[in-house]
């Protein structure tokens, strides 16, 4: 990799932070409430069916902040049009939002039936919430694959034997 492939690397990652930092700071303060309690608005029928209860405070609401590098992500790769940014946004978001609420759902079922067991409710929520930490950087990496080849171009190259 050249000087120059580094730098700019280096210039974006330090970008990704500067904006991160002061986004993340203002979702925390504003965004975040009003986010979850739409969430909620959302299961609220779900959970009367259910007869579940839903738990405040479990270890979801920290999650909710990826939607902020999603976004950064995106608009800060080099080489995507702007039509291609919006959608990648767009569907990023939606794929958190259903994970949201789907972490939502089983975290509390998990608190519902694993209420006096602290150390098996943590096993059964521990794998969800890590795989869920990826799903942004999926979905980033599935729309900046054109600039990831051209960043890294083994990654352009077919698997050997196909």
């Not at 939502?104 to 059964?124: G, N, S």
């Amino acid at each position: 990799m050249s000087a120059v492939a580094v730098r700019r690397l280096l210039l974006l990652l330090l970008l990704f932070v500067v904006l991160t930092m002061p986004l993340a700071w203002l979702w925390l303060q504003w965004g975040e409430a009003v986010y979850v309690r739409l969430l909620r608005d959302i299961l609220d029928p779900l959970y009367d069916a259910m007869g579940l209860r839903p738990h405040r405070g479990g270890p979801v609401i920290p999650r909710l902040v990826s939607i902020v590098p999603l976004t950064v992500l995106m608009a800060i790769t080099p080489g995507m049009s702007w039509r291609r940014r919006v959608v990648g946004v767009l569907v990023g978001l939606l794929v958190c939002a259903f994970f949201h609420l789907l972490l939502f759902v089983l975290v509390d079922a998990a608190y519902a039936v694993l209420a006096q067991r602290p150390r098996a409710r943590q096993t059964k929520i521990v794998p969800f919430l890590q795989i869920y930490d990826g799903i942004p950087f999926v979905v980033w990496l599935f729309f900046a694959r054109d600039f990831l080849r051209r960043l890294v171009p083994a990654f352009g190259e077919p698997a050997n034997g196909r």
